[in-house]
Each structure stands twice: as C-alpha cells, then as structure tokens.
C-alpha cells in the first residue's frame, strides 16, 4: 500500500479525518502541519497542483503519487481509483 504524507493544517476538519482514517486503515502515514508557514503551504499546493487541504501523497515503489484531498483518499480505500 505504501507510506502517505499528508500535508495539512490544525483547523482543517478534513486534515484531521485523513490522518484518523488512515489510522483507522492501520496504514502508515506522515502527518506534516503546515500551520505556520503560508509560503510553504502556497509552495506544496503550487508544486503538486492541488488548491485545498489536505494534500495526500502516496510513496510507494520509490515513486510520490499525488492522491488528492481526503475524498480522494477515501476512493483509493475504496477501490474506485488505483
């Protein structure tokens, strides 16, 4: 399945349940808070082409793939992307 990073704030309701679902999953994940650094959060949404939070990303098989937000993240679990 791999290790996910998600890149989120301590307000976002959605941040916080992508970390809980994947907790729940007994997935590896990274929960990196991006509280206090607007450029660095306008830099990760710029970089990875993605406008809200969280930003999900998979490293698997020596590669970073973008997953999406927590929706996103939600269908992966789901089967309904790969």
Known sequence: ????????????PHC????????????EYVLINM???K????NIRADLG???FPVVIR???GTNDLIGGFHELQD???GQES
């Open 1 to 12: 399945m791999g290790i996910f990073m998600i890149y989120g704030v301590s307000d976002c």
């Open 16 to 27: 916080l349940r992508a970390a809980a679902f994947l907790m729940e999953k007994e997935v």
């Open 35 to 37: 509280d206090f650094s």
């Open 39 to 42: 450029t660095y959060r306008d």
């Open 50 to 52: 993605w406008r809200t």
């Open 59 to 61: 490293l698997k098989d």
């Open 76 to 78: 992966l679990f789901n």
